[in-house]
């Protein structure tokens, strides 16, 4: 144990097997909890997403949930089939290995899978958006501005109005699909953001940050390549975009 190890503000207890840091929109550290604490966290927030699954940015960070597996017989009980549940099994034995970890139940494995299972339909949406729109298309003009930010909007008086905002520099681009719609009479926030390389021709995208459903995340993420190929994004320079 190194003597900066922090101490958890949720347990007070030294974070031996590692910790997570929040820090302020300025730069400040907020606080560090254990691994064990920011697992609780996150699987409050499995359990509360509701049966679609409205998902945070910090639900995707599920990484060491899964390496709390208590046996393997809990993986096999999430749902998966043989092979793929002993691949992922594999790839995280080792690190599983630390004693200081408490173990999930079943019940807790097979959130993490459906939790998965989402964030595995979103990263197809984003290939696909990756592919058809951004590769030599949309990848040009913004290296092309002579400003970090570019936007466009699309207008939709019945499902809201839907930003799109990118924001490029140091050789990685970021775009937010951001959209208002009214729900219930109560106007509601979504958005996906993407990370990607700024100049290179491969796919590399994926998913950076996001508050919305699976199907909703899914389906601005799908729209967005209609929408380009259709010509009703009209990308301009932008200067209050700013790194989202």
Request: glycine share 8%; proline share 3%.
């Amino acid at each position: 144990m190194c003597d900066d190890t922090p101490t958890c503000a949720t347990c007070g207890i030294l974070c031996e097997g590692g910790w997570n840091s929040t820090y302020t929109e300025t730069g400040e550290l907020l606080k560090v909890v254990c691994i064990d604490c920011r697992n609780v966290e996150i699987m409050e927030e499995i359990r509360v997403s509701g049966p679609d699954m409205r998902l945070t940015t910090a639900m995707t960070t599920f990484g060491p949930l899964i390496q709390c597996w208590s046996s393997l017989e809990d993986a096999q009980a999430a749902g998966l089939g043989l092979s793929e549940t002993l691949i992922h099994y594999g790839m995280l034995l080792q690190e599983r290995s630390h004693t200081w970890r408490k173990p999930v139940t079943s019940e807790e494995a097979q959130l993490m899978w459906k939790l998965k299972w989402a964030l595995d339909e979103i990263q197809g949406a984003i290939t696909a958006l990756d592919m058809d729109m951004w590769l030599g298309q949309l990848q040009p003009l913004v290296q092309a501005c002579d400003v970090h930010g570019m936007s466009a909007t699309f207008v939709d008086p019945k499902c809201g109005d839907t930003k799109y905002m990118c924001y490029a520099m140091c050789g990685r681009m970021v775009m937010t699909i951001q959209q208002s719609r009214m729900i219930t009479h109560a106007s509601e926030i979504s958005h996906v953001t993407v990370i990607t390389a700024e100049d290179e021709d491969t796919p590399r995208m994926g998913l950076k940050g996001i508050n919305a459903t699976k199907g909703h995340a899914v389906t601005m993420l799908r729209d967005a390549v209609v929408r380009w190929k259709a010509g009703d994004l009209d990308f301009q320079p932008d200067e209050a975009v700013r790194l989202l």
